[in-house]
């Protein structure tokens, strides 16, 4: 799978290389940013597994950039980290190592570059084609190539799943490749999918 890669983004330079020793230590190529703004098109051209972000960057952040983060936070593993010390504290995770381990199962990717669309679309989701399980959810976004399902289930990336329309019989197969739990972060909850096909957003 490679060497696991990780987008830090701090206003303090002193944070961002503490930050990036501590994932130099653990196995994990850092890609240091000073501003969210800069974070789309970092990601655009540079493949990664995660991101991780100061608290207080986060707050001191614009409108555009908070949203983009958001989006970001669906389709990569994301964190949002302070120091305490020289330690760093990832909010809604046990540890760094935690965070690290999330991210060596994960294929670094670019940001794709397809446009996303806004969609509030009902839709079956379950772990496997029969539906048995399956949960009531609603898209927030979808792409040719992937769409972020909101759900409060357990995943992980790399799991298969189904999607099944309203009032469409044919059924999508996707694969997760991020998953944000419920409560973590204030960020909302669900998956990032990639589709084995394209889906017609009419």
Known sequence: MGTAKCVVVALSGEVRTTVAAQLKSL???AT???SPDELTAVLE????CGILLEVITSIKASPQAKSAIQELSEFYLFGKFKLAG???LILGKESLQS???ECQQFNPRTLRKDTRHNAYLAVHLC???KFEDAEK???TNVSDRGCFVYSIREWTAGDRVWLRFLGDDADICGTVCAWQPWG??????GIGIKLDEALNNG
């Open 45 to 48: 051209n540079i493949p990664a």
């Open 99 to 101: 965070f690290v381990h």
């Open 27 to 29: 196995g994990v190529d």
């Open 86 to 88: 020289s330690e760093v």
């Open 137 to 139: 959810v609603v898209t």
């Open 184 to 189: 973590n972060n204030k960020t909302m909850p």
């Open 32 to 34: 240091l940013v000073a």
């Open 127 to 129: 772990a496997d084609a």
